[in-house]
């Protein structure tokens, strides 16, 4: 099981960026990065979770949910063991707490549904207010 742990979070203006990061650790004998997908989720104060991007095992595959494609970007650098997101041109109604997920199941894409999803970190938090 992996462990995941999010970092980068914080209060930021509407407009502004940040870059979230997710390390990973706890690889097994044999077991690597490129092993593992990765997804993006957040939550939002009284809501549920949802997914926001994802990531394929080789880096080829992208996914982003609606409200943010063309202001965040998910990258992977698997020598670093590290997943970003980059978030840009934030409003209020992205702030939450961010996840980050792993799982070894899908070879080719990603998802951003929770249950498609294996190993968790704690979440960082962002607020986004002037």
């Known amino acids: 099981q992996l462990q995941l742990a999010e970092s980068g979070g914080g209060l930021v203006q509407p407009g502004g960026s940040l870059r979230l990061s997710c390390a990973a650790s706890?690889?097994?004998?044999?077991?690597?990065?490129?092993?593992?997908?990765f997804s993006w989720f957040r939550q939002a104060p009284g809501k549920e979770r949802e997914g926001v991007s994802c990531?394929?095992?080789?880096?080829?595959?992208?996914y982003y949910d609606e409200p943010v494609k063309g202001r965040f970007t998910i990258i992977r650098d698997d020598d670093q063991n590290t997943v970003y997101l980059e978030l840009t041109r934030l409003k209020p109604e992205d702030t939450g707490v961010y996840y980050c997920?792993?799982?070894?199941?899908?070879?080719?894409?990603?998802?951003?549904?929770?249950?498609?999803?294996?190993?968790w970190g704690k979440g960082t938090l962002v607020t986004v207010s002037s």
């Open positions: 997920a792993a799982s070894p199941r899908h070879n080719i894409n990603c998802v951003i549904y929770s249950d498609g999803m294996d190993d």
């Open positions: 706890g690889f097994t004998p044999g077991d690597v990065m490129g092993y593992y997908a």
């Open positions: 990531i394929s095992k080789n880096g080829l595959y992208v």
